[in-house]
């Protein structure tokens, strides 16, 4: 079996995970990189600014992208229409008019494109939909939430789009729910039906950023079965972030970074930690014997639902000044919303947003 030829476009950000990970995948036989895409030159390997170029060149199986949000639609269109399998970086559109574009593009050439979400790509997903189904937890009567991570200025001064909502008249929306924290939502809502039929976003920022560093949204979905999400980019302790899923007879803690879940009754508490397949295996693999890709451009409609709906929201409000400590310099600076670690893990264990727990940098009071 060959090994599958891989095309990288976006190198110098996330896409430097991506090279590693091809290496890795090439010492395997499995994969190798062949080509480079990207406005910067990087050195080494055949490389272009234009992807059209530059798959005619080097004629790849698969085009990874991992690229800033607002270009993925074009880029992965190109690849597809090209006939090439595409694995492309979360959010794979920056508007739900964009998904439906990207998915008319892979039903009309019938490529498969696969979104990066490793979360999905986890046992620890089906470990908690099998103690779902199970009755274990008995009643399930909400999914909770909770990101508390610390990002400094410098993650925003990074690139032009980052912490943008817009660039000119091109939506951006990277925000902490939609970007740093897509996963969450992505993962929570592989534990429902996946179908979204309403959504409350709440969105904030402490930072001189357009876009939300602190967030949460209530989703509702087609199953009834609330989803309640919190997050901050401004917490005071970096936290893994959890998805809890509570049932009237226990609850499933899912650490989706770390693939581990536990499981909570009145008679025990079981932790166990599940393996992940690499999501550029996957689709190598479906290349080879076509089955049923892990995290299919199908399957993140619902996850796009709930970017829309930020993307069309207010403004995130600006927490005043009073409500937040900034420390250190330059790209170190770092701002902290006081309390708001607790109000976000609250809203994982309560199922309340910031407004209707009261928090005062939320209701203005
Ligand atoms: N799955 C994950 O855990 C994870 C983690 C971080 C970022 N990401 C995703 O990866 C993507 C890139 O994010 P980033 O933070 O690395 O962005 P970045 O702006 O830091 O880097 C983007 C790279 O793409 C290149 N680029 C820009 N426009 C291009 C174009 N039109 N054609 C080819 N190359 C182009 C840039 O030169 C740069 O090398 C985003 O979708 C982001 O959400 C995913």
Request: hydrophobic share 40%; charged share 20%; glycine share 10%.
């Amino acid at each position: 079996m060959r090994r599958a030829r891989v095309v990288l476009v976006g190198a110098h950000g996330h896409g430097k995970w991506h090279r590693a990970n091809i290496a890795r995948l090439a010492e395997q036989g499995e994969a190798e990189l062949v080509g480079v895409c990207d406005p910067v030159e990087v050195s080494g390997t055949p490389w272009s600014a234009d992807l059209g170029e530059l798959i005619e060149r080097v004629d790849p199986d698969v085009v990874l992208i991992a690229t800033p949000i607002h270009t993925h639609v074009d880029l992965a269109l190109t690849a597809l229409r090209a006939g090439r399998a595409v694995l492309l970086e979360k959010p794979p559109a920056p508007t739900l008019g964009e998904f439906e574009r990207l998915r008319a593009g892979v039903d009309e050439t019938g490529v498969p494109c696969q979104v990066g979400f490793q979360s999905l790509g986890s046992s620890a997903v089906d470990a908690v939909r099998d103690v779902i189904a199970s009755g274990q937890i008995g009643e399930i009567h909400g999914i909770g939430g909770a990101g508390t991570w610390i990002r400094t200025i410098g993650y925003y001064d990074r690139a032009p789009w980052a912490g943008r909502r817009r660039l000119g008249d091109v939506p951006v929306v990277d925000g902490a729910l939609t970007n740093p924290f897509a996963h969450m939502v992505a993962t929570a809502l592989a534990l429902t039906d996946g179908t979204v039929t309403g959504t409350v976003p709440e969105l904030f920022r402490a930072y001189p950023i357009e876009s939300d560093d602190t967030a949460a949204i209530r989703i509702v979905t087609a199953h009834g079965v609330p989803v309640t999400l919190a997050v901050t980019l401004c917490a005071t302790h970096h936290r893994t972030p959890t998805i809890v899923v509570h049932g009237n007879r226990g609850r499933v803690t899912l650490h989706y970074t770390e693939d581990v879940v536990e499981v909570t009754t009145a008679d025990a508490v079981h932790h166990r930690r599940y393996d992940r397949v690499d999501l550029l295996t996957d689709l190598i693999e479906h290349l080879h014997a076509p089955g049923d890709l892990r995290v299919p451009l199908a399957s993140t409609a619902g996850f796009t639902q709930v970017l829309d709906a930020v993307r069309r929201a207010p403004d995130p409000r600006p927490i005043p000044a009073e409500y937040y400590r900034e420390t250190g310099t330059g790209p170190d600076t770092r701002r902290e919303v006081l309390g708001v670690d607790d109000a976000v893990l609250a809203a994982a264990e309560t199922l309340r947003t910031f407004t209707e727990q009261g928090v005062p940098w939320a209701t203005g009071r």
